[in-house]
Nanobody, 114 residues
Framework: QVQLVESGGGLVQPGGSLRLSCAAS????????MGWYRQAPGKQRELVAM???????DYADDVKGRFTISRDSGKNTVYLQMNSLKPEDTAVYFC????????WGQGTQVTVSS
């Protein structure tokens, strides 16, 4: 069983930055995909960014060039650096880990508003 603890959400003005963190509670290294999804009110959950076991990355088209995903394998932690935030980035952001099973974090609210 893997538990995911997210942090770093909050309220930020348009153009600002936030850094999300997700720590996976597990004694052994997670070998698999780690990533972030988001869900805005009234919309389906969507992929934001994913970093795979060999550190290749995928991004949603509307965050490319603004968001950067990274991982610290020694700490079983994945990060999402979000720059140039826009109001349309407002959503609950969920951490995701896939090993032999899939795991989700509880979600952290990101609100971009002036």
């Amino acid at each position: 069983q893997v538990q995911l603890v997210e942090s770093g959400g909050g309220l930020v003005q348009p153009g600002g930055s936030l850094r999300l963190s997700c720590a996976a509670s597990r004694n052994r290294f997670i070998i698999g995909d780690m990533g972030w999804y988001r869900q805005a009110p009234g919309k389906q959950r969507e992929l934001v960014a994913m970093i795979r076991s060999l550190d290749s990355t995928d991004y949603a088209d509307d965050v490319k060039g603004r968001f950067t995903i990274s991982r610290d394998s020694g700490k079983n932690t994945v990060y999402l650096q979000m720059n140039s935030l826009k109001p349309e980035d407002t959503a609950v952001y969920f951490c995701y880990v896939r090993t032999a099973s899939e795991y989700w974090g509880q979600g952290t609210q990101v609100t971009v508003s002036s």
